[in-house]
C-alpha cells in the first residue's frame, strides 16, 4: 500500500463540502455542507467529533466568533443559527431573509453578524438579541459574499454582476464601487490592516484592491478554472484562493508571486481558510473531503471525511493511518485495481486512536 490515495468511499456515503474555517483559538475546525449540517472538527484533542443538526437545506457558509466560543452557519433554507462550539448546542435562529443565504461573517467585536442572500440584500444582525438592526440594499445584484473589516465599521460585499462595494455600516452608506474584471464574484475579505481587498471569481484570477484609492494593485494569474474563495493570512503577507481547477494556491501579497500550490483534491475547491497561527490551511471540495495542510511545504496533513448520517466521520493521513467512528470505518475501503478490501482489515497496523490531534501537535 503507497498512499491513503487508494483508501476510497462509496459516494453515496458523503455530501459537498461548502464552506470551512478555522475557530479563532484553533481548537476546531468547521465545514458545512451539502448534507445540512456542520461538523465540528476537535483538533485539540482529536475526540470530541460532533454533528450539527438544525438546517434543513444545504449549509453555505461558516464562520466563528472572535473569542472561538461561537459558530454561524448561513443555508439555503434561508435562515442563519448561532450555535456553541463547547456543547453543540443551537443558541438562536436568525429569519429575515427571503433567499438563500450565501455568506455569513461575525464582527471583529462579536456582537454582530452580518449576511448576504439570493434576495440582493445585506443585514446586519445583534448576537444577544438576534435582531435584525440593519438591512442594506444596493441594486438588482444577488449578494454571494461579506465579510466585515477589522474595525467592524465598514462590510465588504461580493456581487454576482462584477461588482464588490464597501458600505458603513452605522449608516448603510455606500461607501466605495469595485467593478472586477470577474463576471462573477464569489468571495471577497479584507485584509488585517484593512488596506486591502482581496476576490475571487470565475476570471480565475484573485485581485487585490487598495480599498483607500479603489485601484486594483495586483491580480492573481495561475488558476485555471474559476475563484470559489479567497482569503488573507493573519499577518497580511500571504493570500489564499481554492479554485474549480482542484488546487489551492499561497500568494506572496507584496510581489503577487505563487508561494505555493497545493494539491490532492479531486473536484474543485469552493472554501479555504488559514489558521490563526498562519501555519495551517484548510480547504473544503465537492469531493466531500476538507483537507488540512502544513503552508511551509505544502504537505497534506489529514483529510477529513463526515457522513451523511450525520454521526460518523473518518480521518486519514497521506502514509495511511486513521481514525474514526466504527461505522465511518467500515463504511471506507482499500482499493487496489479490481480488489476491494475494508479499511477495518489494517486496523491492527493503521488504526490510530487520537490521531487528528497527534497530526495537530506536530507528532509523527
Not at 456543547?87 to 448576504?116: C, D, E, F, M, W
Not at 472586477?180 to 480565475?204: E, F, H, L, Q, T
Request: glycine share 10%; aromatic share 10%; charged share 25%.
Amino acid at each position: 500500500m503507497d498512499t491513503w490515495k487508494e483508501f476510497q468511499t462509496f459516494k453515496r456515503h458523503i455530501e459537498r463540502v461548502r464552506s470551512v474555517v478555522f475557530s479563532s483559538d484553533g481548537k476546531y475546525a468547521i465545514t458545512g455542507g451539502d448534507d445540512n449540517t456542520l461538523k465540528i472538527w476537535d483538533l485539540a484533542t482529536g475526540k470530541r467529533n460532533r454533528t450539527l443538526n438544525g438546517h434543513t437545506d444545504w449549509v453555505q457558509s461558516v464562520a466563528c466568533s472572535p473569542d472561538g466560543k461561537y459558530a454561524i452557519s448561513g443555508s439555503m433554507d434561508r435562515t442563519i443559527k448561532i450555535w456553541n462550539l463547547a456543547s453543540g448546542a443551537q443558541i438562536r435562529t436568525l429569519n429575515g431573509h427571503r433567499g438563500y443565504v450565501n455568506s455569513v461573517a461575525y464582527s471583529p467585536n462579536g456582537k454582530y453578524i452580518i449576511s448576504g442572500s439570493d434576495d440582493r440584500s445585506i443585514k446586519i444582525w445583534e448576537v444577544a438579541t438576534g435582531k435584525e438592526i440593519r438591512t442594506i440594499e444596493g441594486d438588482n445584484d444577488r449578494v454571494i459574499s461579506v465579510a466585515f473589516s477589522p474595525d467592524g465599521k465598514y462590510a465588504i460585499a461580493g456581487y454576482k454582476e462584477k461588482i464588490i462595494r464597501i458600505w458603513e455600516v452605522a449608516t448603510g452608506k455606500e461607501i466605495k464601487t469595485f467593478y472586477s474584471s470577474s463576471i462573477w464574484v464569489n468571495s471577497v475579505s479584507y485584509s488585517p490592516d484593512g488596506k486591502y481587498a482581496i476576490a475571487g471569481g470565475y476570471d480565475n484570477a484573485p485581485e487585490i484592491w487598495e480599498v483607500a484609492t479603489g485601484e486594483e494593485i495586483r491580480t492573481l494569474r495561475k488558476h485555471s478554472a474559476e475563484v470559489y474563495s479567497v482569503a488573507f493570512s493573519t499577518n497580511g503577507e500571504y493570500a489564499i484562493s481554492g479554485s474549480w481547477d482542484k488546487t489551492i494556491k499561497i500568494w506572496d501579497v507584496a510581489t503577487g508571486k505563487e508561494v505555493q500550490t497545493l494539491k490532492g483534491h479531486s473536484k474543485g475547491v469552493v472554501s479555504v481558510a488559514f489558521s490563526p497561527n498562519g501555519k495551517y490551511v484548510i480547504s473544503g471540495s465537492y469531493d466531500g473531503t476538507s483537507r488540512i495542510w502544513d503552508i511551509s511545504n505544502g504537505n497534506e496533513l489529514l483529510k477529513l471525511i463526515g457522513f451523511k448520517d450525520g454521526q460518523n466521520w473518518f480521518a486519514i493521513t497521506p502514509d495511511g493511518r486513521y481514525d474514526g467512528t466504527p461505522q465511518g470505518i467500515q463504511k471506507m475501503h482499500y482499493v487496489q485495481g479490481l480488489e476491494v478490501i475494508p479499511v477495518e482489515s489494517f486496523n491492527k497496523q493503521l488504526y490510530t486512536p487520537g490521531l487528528i490531534s497527534k497530526i495537530m501537535s506536530g507528532q509523527k
